[in-house]
């Protein structure tokens, strides 16, 4: 089947634009490319910045293709299934980027053995992702072979245990959620205490690339690291936002879990 000549997106939101994105980046978008979107500004917008879209009316036609990726939230993939079955054959690949759903619940609507379930993130955007995947059990072996070699474009593609994805879209896919909003307080830190942009820029993007690797590469326990800086402005909160971490993200954990 690979080379692909078709895939279907059905939804055109955040996680379309970066998977597209990202095979535009390595000139590995096919010949055809459907999306089923159906708030309008969405669909302008990617058809803005992505011209060789083509937008369906319905569910089903972008799931007429090839390759079909689910791109919506977990409370609608199951009814999604039972709108675009009859378009799905025995030959069509259908790719869920949702947690909950299992590979089962999917295999119990779809007439296809050729079901994925993925976990992007979104720093596939620059090729540069951390995708843990799951495929069924009966998946042809040179077809995952194939397809792995695409999705290994948008970066670090991997096949795990399905059990596990839901771990992986907490301490993953969301894990820049956490910390984003932090990063930038510090950019306008920097900004408001003199530097000039440039160099506030370098100076947070570097101290955290170097934070990280001394963390995970210095030979030193966590409690080791976190005493090489003796003042800790910010310290007395340490036990709040840890707390926050505990309950917002183990509340979602069960939220998302299968």
């Known amino acids: 089947m690979m080379k692909t000549k078709s895939i279907g997106f059905i939804g055109g939101g955040r996680i379309t634009r970066i998977f597209l994105q990202g095979l535009s980046n390595k000139k590995s978008l096919p010949e055809t490319v459907h999306v089923f979107e159906p708030k309008a500004e969405t669909l302008a ?30 409370p609608v993939v199951m009814e999604t299934l039972q709108t675009i079955k009859d378009a799905i054959t025995a030959e069509t690949i259908v790719i869920s980027l949702a947690p909950k759903i299992t590979l089962e619940k999917m295999a119990s609507v779809l007439p296809t053995k050729k079901l994925v379930r993925m976990i992007p993130n979104a720093t596939s955007f620059m090729n540069e992702g951390y995708n843990p995947l799951a495929f069924a059990s009966d ?5 995952k072979k194939q397809l792995l070699k695409l999705l290994k474009k948008l970066g670090k593609t991997f096949e795990t245990e399905e ?52 963390y995970y590469k210095s030979g030193l326990s966590p409690a080791q690291v976190m005493d090489l800086i003796p003042v800790k402005p910010i310290g007395e909160h340490e036990t709040e936002i840890t707390e926050i971490f505990q309950s917002k993200l183990m509340g979602l954990f069960e939220k998302i879990k299968p």
């Open 139 to 143: 998946f042809n072996k040179t077809e």
């Open 45 to 74: 917008a990617l058809q803005a910045e992505f011209p060789l879209v083509t937008a369906v009316d319905t569910a089903s036609e972008a799931a007429a293709q090839e390759m079909v990726f689910l791109a919506v939230l977990p």
């Open 163 to 214: 059990a596990k994805l839901e771990s992986y879209a907490i301490v993953s896919a969301m894990l820049p959620t956490y910390f984003w909003f932090q990063w930038q307080a510090m950019h306008n830190v920097a900004l408001q205490t003199g530097l000039p942009e440039k160099e506030a820029s370098k100076a947070v993007k570097s101290s955290l690339e170097k934070a990280i690797k001394l």
